[in-house]
Nanobody
Framework: QVQLVESGGGLVQTGGSLRLSCAASGRTFSGYAMGWFRQAPGKEREFVAAISWSGGSTTYADSVKGRFTISRENAKNTVYLQMNSLKPEDTAVYYC?????????????????WGQGTQVTVSS
């Protein structure tokens, strides 16, 4: 079992930046791809970004491409989501997820482990 804990959320103005962190513990997440998803009020959860185990492969939702960057430090069992040029439509609860293979995917059902989420609110 892998436990995931997100942090770094908060309130920020339009155009601001935040960096989310996701710390993994428990069973090693060696070899796991990681993803970030988000869920806005009244909407379904959606894919944001994903990264391979090596960090050499990343993929992003079109809505965040060029503004968000996913990265990881395997030695620290931590994945990050750097969010720049934030917009009010980025307001959501952000979830970190781990997949039991090294290949990232945009599909929510492919991730076996999930964190509890961290709130990001972007004011206009």
């Amino acid at each position: 079992q892998v436990q995931l804990v997100e942090s770094g959320g908060g309130l920020v103005q339009t155009g601001g930046s935040l960096r989310l962190s996701c710390a993994a513990s428990g069973r090693t997440f060696s070899g796991y791809a990681m993803g970030w998803f988000r869920q806005a009020p009244g909407k379904e959860r959606e894919f944001v970004a994903a990264i391979s185990w090596s960090g050499g492969s990343t993929t992003y939702a079109d809505s965040v491409k060029g503004r968000f960057t996913i990265s990881r430090e395997n030695a620290k069992n931590t994945v990050y989501l750097q969010m720049n040029s934030l917009k009010p439509e980025d307001t959501a609860v952000y979830y970190c997820a781990a997949r039991r293979t090294s290949v990232p995917t945009i599909y929510e059902y492919a991730y076996a482990y999930w964190g509890q989420g961290t709130q990001v609110t972007v004011s206009s």
